[in-house]
């Protein structure tokens, strides 16, 4: 692996990866090498540890067992909290989000441990299930475009002093806490419900990981296309229900 | 009632309630029909279970019945074993896909003289059908991530076939390859084991017993921690021959193309042995199959051969890259997503469209813009397009292979019909 490489670290896709999670890694790795930057990706099973060295972590979705083997087997390695105090962007997408909190539900209804790198804690919502394309406006501090992805969780995450939400709810459930907030973020990490997944939807947030993880404030300019034709029909979807 | 109701066989002998079921259900059907909302039969089998619960039971009490399920293949494959049991005696089936308990007793009202009912069963509702028709044996074919946003999490769909199936008596046909389909099947009394291999395993790195690490050297795969792991198989697919429980080999001949319909034609053999039907006579059988319910037909559109593909999610695509003509031949995609596709797209995430590069490609459908993205992010060279027709005025030469999830498929097959 090369020293100048941004090093993308993909983690437990052997769990966390059954809502097209991958995507969000193809989408960085794509948009950094068209950037002219080298890339070196690591994948990461929940048999192996976790790398402190890593630029990028990403952590995907995953149904309820998967999520709780994920979070015991991330709470008994160092790797990915010292990753974060050495100042590594996260991004976490559904269970990955619930497992950066402080605690989540389980798979057998009890209330499992997380990692604490966001200051939220998940609990289960009474019935309804948000499930839907879901349209939210950014922390304007982020300086992004609007939000589009999809969702399908039953949990509902709480947040407390230590993080601000991502971005507030126009369309869908978002955090599920009724006051509209979607996702949560501090510094350098990042936890939120969009799939979609949520960087092929919205390129703009892989942007901002990888600003982030050179410190730089701006990025060549890559051909948005696709993309912008992407989003534009899915706003538009979601604004006039069919 | 007519004073001679013309079918002589199973229905005859019928009790009065489940006779009238019956004939409503025809009608209902008959209604449908004419109205031009297709055959009918979920409608009917509707009808006719309003009035007698208990039909489905009573049509199946006659049958040998024979339960197929599977995230991929169920059709084909129950095409498969339906005409290899025709070596054996009159077959029923469900062959046009309607695979939940009202499209199923419709199908099985329709036996006059069967002896076998071969059933495609929704994977959801294995339990169900299998609780109600006492089946003879049941094939459990592969297990694989599938529409997440509307059904029920793979670990759990294969949790559930192990507690409904715990205490059958039918002999259950389980592919050995797959650990989440070995998981279903290795609490059943009676298990065939087949070696019908598995291309997608991203769905099986997590123990289904335990959720440890699985550990998957060549064709073996075990759970170190738990120490679960793949049973030795009776049959197996050898390249293109099937191996029978004696060790002998029998050639398969399909029509059909790809390694997964050699697959299919492998658990269809251990099936029609469960039977008395010797494997040779089996597979013989099975060559008679062509298209099934319009999948890999060929069709000819403004004079040129196209292709009719059916992938439903990434395992589905995964094998269907595999039987498609190497590059430069032209590729179609078409993507919807209605309520029967799923209608979250994420899954386009997880199929590998890499393997397109080098064929020049055409995107249509409901999701093209989808799949504009995903094609931009894996490197593909593509052109969107709005609807076959134009796709086919400007690809290159060659057999232009369309490949469609659900109802983009059916959409594609309507308009090739003009």
């Not at chain 1, 991004?91 to 939220?120: K, N, S, T, W």
Request: include cysteine; glycine fraction near 10%; charge should be negative.
């Amino acid at each position: 692996m090369s020293e100048s490489a941004l090093r993308v670290v993909w983690i437990y896709p052997d769990l966390l990866s059954t809502y097209g999670d991958r995507g969000n890694v193809l989408v960085v790795e794509r948009r950094a090498r068209q950037r002219g930057l080298d890339v070196a990706r690591i994948d990461v099973r929940s048999d192996q540890p976790v790398p402190t060295s890593g630029d990028i972590y990403l952590i995907g979705g995953g149904e309820d067992r998967p999520q709780r083997l994920a979070g015991e087997r991330l709470r008994v390695d160092p790797g990915l909290g010292r990753a974060v105090e050495n100042g590594a962007i996260v991004l976490g997408v559904c269970a990955g989000y619930q497992i950066m909190g402080h605690e989540f539900i389980d798979d057998q209804g009890q209330r499992a441990p997380g990692l604490g790198l966001l200051d939220v804690w998940s609990t289960r919502g009474e019935s309804h299930r948000n499930v839907g394309d879901i349209l939210a406006e950014p922390d304007p501090r982020l300086g992004l475009p609007t939000l589009t992805g999809f969702e399908n969780h039953q949990g509902v995450t709480h947040l407390g002093q230590g993080v601000s939400p991502l971005a507030r709810v126009t369309v869908g459930g978002g955090n599920g806490t009724g006051d509209g907030t979607e996702g949560a973020w501090r510094d350098t990490v990042f936890g939120t419900y969009l799939h979609g997944p949520i960087l092929a939807r919205n390129p703009a947030v892989a942007d901002l990981l990888i600003k982030l993880a050179l410190d730089v404030s701006a990025l060549p300019p890559a051909d948005n296309t696709w993309y912008d034709a992407l989003r534009a029909e899915r706003i538009a979807a979601v604004q006039q229900p069919a | 009632m007519p004073a001679n109701p013309e079918p002589a066989g199973p229905s005859a002998t019928l009790p009065p309630r489940a006779k009238l079921a019956v004939t409503a259900g025809k009608v209902a059907a008959a209604v449908s029909r004419t109205a031009g909302r297709g055959s009918g039969s979920v409608i009917g089998g509707k009808v006719a279970l309003r009035l007698d619960p208990d039909l489905l039971r009573t049509l199946a009490e006659n049958l040998d019945v024979v339960l197929v399920s599977a995230t991929n293949g169920k059709t084909t494959t129950t095409r498969l074993i339906a005409e290899a049991l025709k070596a054996a005696g009159v077959v029923v089936s469900n062959a046009l896909g309607a695979n939940m308990p009202a499209g199923i007793t419709s199908a099985l009202a329709d036996a006059s003289e069967a002896r076998f009912g071969v059933i495609e069963v929704d994977e959801k509702y294995l339990a169900t059908v299998a609780r109600d028709t006492a089946p003879k044996a049941i094939a459990l074919l592969n297990l694989s991530r599938d529409q997440l946003d509307r059904s029920s999490e793979t670990r759990m769909l294969a949790e559930h076939w192990r507690e409904s199936l715990q205490g059958s008596e039918a002999v259950i046909i389980a592919n050995a390859d797959d650990p989440l389909v070995t998981w279903a099947a290795s609490s059943c009394r009676k298990v065939v084991w087949v070696a019908a291999g598995q291309a997608y395993r991203e769905d099986a790195w997590s123990c289904p017993s335990c959720g440890g690490v699985m550990q998957r050297p060549g064709e073996d795969w075990f759970c170190p921690t738990c120490g679960f792991r793949r049973p030795q198989p009776h049959w197996a697919l050898r390249g293109d021959q099937v191996v029978d429980p004696q060790g002998s080999s029998w050639p398969i001949r399909l029509q059909l193309p790809g390694r997964a319909n050699l697959s299919n034609a492998t658990s269809s053999a251990a099936v029609a042995a469960v039977f008395g039907v010797h494997p040779q006579v089996a597979l013989q059988r099975m060559e008679a199959v062509q298209a099934v319910a319009g999948r890999y037909e060929s069709v000819f559109v403004a004079g040129r051969e196209v292709r009719l593909l059916l992938a439903k999610n990434p395992a589905g695509w995964l094998e269907t890259f595999t039987l498609i003509d190497p590059p430069p031949s032209p590729v179609v995609l078409s993507v919807n997503a209605q309520s029967a596709d799923g209608t979250d797209t994420s899954w386009l995430w997880d199929v590998d469209y890499e393997r397109l590069v080098g064929h020049p490609v055409f995107v249509m459908g409901q999701r093209k813009l989808d799949l504009a993205v995903r094609l931009e992010v894996a490197g593909v060279q593509f052109q969107v397009v709005d609807s076959l027709a134009q796709a086919v005025a400007m690809a290159p030469p060659g057999r232009i292979e369309a490949i469609a999830n659900y109802t983009a498929f059916q959409q594609l097959r309507r308009d090739v019909r003009g």
